[in-house]
């Protein structure tokens, strides 16, 4: 573990130091009034007989010289991979520099849908640049209008409780195999922060600034609305192709998802193998084996199906473990007994919970989940719900099928155990 962190660190360095050309060439005269933008990154000059065209470094030193003496000379200027580049009649020559200073009489500039004339032009030639330092302000800097958006609740909550492995009963699978006095306080504290530190700090800061340094803000958030697993699985790679050492960050990168797939995987699916080992009396590798079976007959329908992912990521991995997180809320601090789950909660912990989270599990907790999934419903599913595609409604029928064939499991199981107790 310390190891995956050291990689990660690593590899936010590297993409807070990044610095992408946007593609536009600006041209701007001494005040930094704009002249043109070049949005195609490419500006067409022409130089009649008896005009000029220089092009200097900032501290005046001459890289290149048009002075036609017959005729017109057409002169291209575009940029590629963050430098500009002079093409002539004669030839092209890559100036190494994303500054320029433009000097010029009776020549035309163009660019893609635009022509203007100088007679006398004295100018700045600028390549801009998109820091990844962009990507960390909008990432910290918060729109809090958006905290009216029932959407941004369900994708914030549906987020934490599917990091921490919350509502799919992993975590209660987990805690029968836990000694009864020992310590789950600071243990359920250190697990939960360190994961957040990992997925928040370093994984949303290696992303999120990366994305935005190659795209923009704006496209960065298009990306990320066309697919739950765009950002990591589209933009990365094409992030990844077009740095310096790309496929070693690449592979870092990737390495990192593989990683936090595979621990994922296993928290989620040990309940499965747990119930037919111990219902079912299965071993252990026969239970393995059938749940992986499961998990494979779904996974066809993920290859081959556009778009049943992120339909199977929202309803399981988003509304349905908020839901389930809700029934365990209840279960556990109302039906249960909430002093006994509180002395549960306590009991041979390296560490006191504070007294004040017994009402909010209790009280806050609840309610807020309960409001939250009722504005949810009204917001969005009562009006689009039948506005699905084919797609979608295949990935609701699977979900709707697993749940009956997991509650026939469960019937059969309870039916042998009240056969074996008689």
Known sequence: MPTLFVIAVVLMVRVL???IPTGQLVLKNPNESILLVANN???DITVPKGGVLDLKTVSGELLAEV????GKTEVELY???GKIHLKTPKGEKVISYDQLLLEAKNVTVSTKGETKGFENLQAVLTVPKRSSVQGLDFLWNPDWGKLKDPNVWIAAVGQIFFTLSLGFGAIITYASYVR???DIALSGLAAASLNEFAEVILGASIAIPAAVAFFGVANAILIAKQGAFNLGFVSLPAIFSN??????FGFLWFFLLFIAGVTSSVAILQPMIAFLEDEFGFSRKTAVFLTALIVFVGAQAVVFLAGFLDELDFWAGTFFVIVLGLFEVILFYWIYDAKKAWEEINRGGLIRVPQIYYYIVRYITPLFLLVLLIGFIANNLLSGLGHANVVQWIARFYLLALYVFL??????ADRRKAQSSV
């Open 17 to 19: 130091t990044l610095e």
């Open 41 to 43: 990154g490419k500006l």
């Open 67 to 70: 002075s036609p003496k017959a």
């Open 79 to 81: 940029i590629d991979r």
């Open 180 to 182: 009864r006095d020992q």
């Open 243 to 248: 740095m310096e050492a790309g496929q070693f």
């Open 407 to 412: 509650a026939i499991l469960v019937f059969i």
